[in-house]
């Protein structure tokens, strides 16, 4: 069966200080992958793809950047971070060529900036 | 441009008592459709799908979403509510294969309430 690991479960760091969280997927080959950020426990806000190694499609400018370097493994990064960078994020794979689009989601990381 | 609106953004029910999370849609094409669960600070989970076929869907937990093309709706139903099915409900909905077809669209979320 497929897991999905987020690392580290919970992050407080100031401001203009650097960023960077980890999604990795188990049991499965060749994902989409996908990181949203989700405010005050609503609304999902979808910031990165990737259906391929080195392939990023970014959804909303920001000072936010990712990278996938490996097939199962997807990194979020800041170089310098805002006070309104501040959320929950969650990572997500779904399954590229198979599947109908459903997504499966990690359980998350707390961000918090201070 | 598809969307979803979940028009109510919180539903209180007793527990026993049937339970009802509204969704409806909005996308070119024929939809498929999506409910997630979300339990506090986790992820979110997978409940059920609607592709194609029968209308009424049945998912995880109990519970069942029944597809109406014509009111473009997708609304989730449970026949009697638990105090641990208290939770945030997403709907999403993703257009047939094309433009966006990688993303899926989620509406803004229910909170569920289900008093003992």
């Known amino acids: 069966s497929q897991t999905i690991h987020q690392w580290p479960a919970t992050l407080v760091q100031p401001v203009g200080s650097p960023l960077s969280l980890e999604c990795t997927v188990e049991?499965?080959?060749?994902?989409?992958l996908y990181w949203y950020r989700q405010a005050a426990g609503r609304g999902l806000q979808l910031l990165f793809y990737?259906?391929?190694?080195?392939?990023i499609s970014s959804e909303v400018p920001q000072n936010l950047s990712a990278s996938r370097p490996q097939d199962r493994q997807f990194i979020l990064s800041s170089k310098k971070l805002l006070l309104s960078d501040s959320g929950f994020y969650l990572c997500?794979?779904?399954?590229?060529?198979?599947?109908?689009?459903?997504?499966?989601f990690g359980p998350g990381t707390r961000l918090t900036v201070t | 441009a598809q969307s979803v609106a979940q028009p109510e953004d919180q539903v209180n029910v007793a527990e026993g008592n049937p339970l009802t999370v509204k969704c409806t849609y909005s996308?070119?094409?024929?939809?498929?459709l999506f409910w997630y669960v979300q339990y506090p600070n986790r992820g979110l989970q997978f409940l059920l799908k609607y592709i194609t076929g029968d209308n009424l869907v049945k998912g995880s937990y109990g519970f069942e979403a029944e597809f109406n093309k014509s009111q473009t709706s997708f609304h989730l139903k449970k026949p009697s509510a638990l105090v641990s099915d208290s939770a945030l409900y997403f709907c999403a909905v993703k257009a047939l294969p094309g433009a966006g077809s990688y993303q899926l669209t989620f509406g803004k979320g229910t909170k569920l309430s289900v008093i003992p």
């Open positions: 049991g499965t080959s060749n994902p989409n």
């Open positions: 990737s259906v391929g190694i080195g392939q």
């Open positions: 997500a794979w779904g399954p590229r060529l198979a599947g109908v689009g459903e997504q499966y």
């Open positions: 996308v070119s094409g024929n939809p498929y």
